[in-house]
């Protein structure tokens, strides 16, 4: 494991202080580099808009490019597991949970009617693909959620400075952010800040050939699992054999 650090990075502490909660599915954070990734790939894309130009759709069956971010790399495994400097959110002064909202979400007769020309008499609420449903929302509710990097501090302000919100359901007001703050520590352990959380807990998806020999056995980790290394995460092609952060 060797990281790569272009000039300019330092390593730093990203907080973000919350309205109220934010919610995600996954028990872990939301990854600072996939924040930075998806800012990127917004911006592309509204760029090809304006230009009138097509950009590259997602897809499940092509390998992604990795996108420039302005930060450092771990080489990781050594080969296709390397990862960006950074870590997943941690919750910082927390308030204990869980807590669960449940959503509820029923099919708009009229609209549907508007939709087809041949509606069926019925279309109905208990069964079948219109059913209507709740769903439960785990939220995580903390004053300030935190990552540590070692990148550009410039350019990443830069990118989140314009992001407002973080999370799922946001348009219904969650993950609202009312600023951000990045500071430097240059003093700092670039490997500690590349991988772990303030608690000293492992912070991020890591091969286990990222963590030095002496930690092996002592750091607290969530266990091994496939889960993706690098943006876009959840893409099959980013899958390998990794350990998780803590939770
Ligand atoms: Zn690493």
């Known amino acids: 494991m060797t990281l790569s650090i272009a000039s ?8 973000a202080r919350m309205a ?3 919610a995600h599915a996954v028990p872990w954070g939301i990854s600072l580099d996939g924040l930075l990734a998806s800012e990127i790939r917004e911006n592309t894309k509204a760029a090809a808009r304006e230009a009138g130009t097509d950009c590259t759709p997602y897809s499940l ?9 302005p930060l450092a790399r771990c080489s990781g495994d050594g080969g296709d597991g390397w990862h960006w400097a950074a870590t997943f959110a941690y919750p910082e002064d927390e308030v204990p949970g869980p807590h669960v909202q449940y959503w509820s979400a029923r099919p708009d007769q009229q609209a ?5 020309a041949e509606l069926p008499a019925l279309v109905s609420e208990r069964q079948g693909r219109y059913r209507s449903r709740v769903m439960p929302l785990p939220l995580t509710i903390a004053r300030h959620l935190v990552w540590r990097a070692v990148g550009d501090p410039v350019a990443i302000t830069e990118l989140l400075t314009p992001i407002v919100s973080i999370g799922k359901k946001r348009g219904a007001g969650h993950g609202h952010i009312l600023s951000w703050e990045v500071t430097e520590h240059p003093d700092a352990d670039p490997w500690e800040f590349a991988h772990l959380h303030p608690d000293g807990t492992l912070g991020r998806t890591a091969p286990a050939t990222c963590l030095p020999e002496h930690e092996r056995g002592d750091l607290r980790t969530g266990g091994e699992g496939r889960m993706g290394v690098r943006p876009p995460y959840m893409h099959p092609s980013r ?9």
């Open 61 to 69: 069956d092509t390998v992604p490019d990795d996108l420039d971010l």
């Open 112 to 116: 549907l009617g508007q939709m087809s």
């Open 239 to 247: 899958r390998t054999l990794v350990l998780l952060p803590a939770t």
């Open 8 to 15: 300019g990075m330092v390593p730093l502490v990203i907080r």
């Open 20 to 22: 109220a909660g934010v």
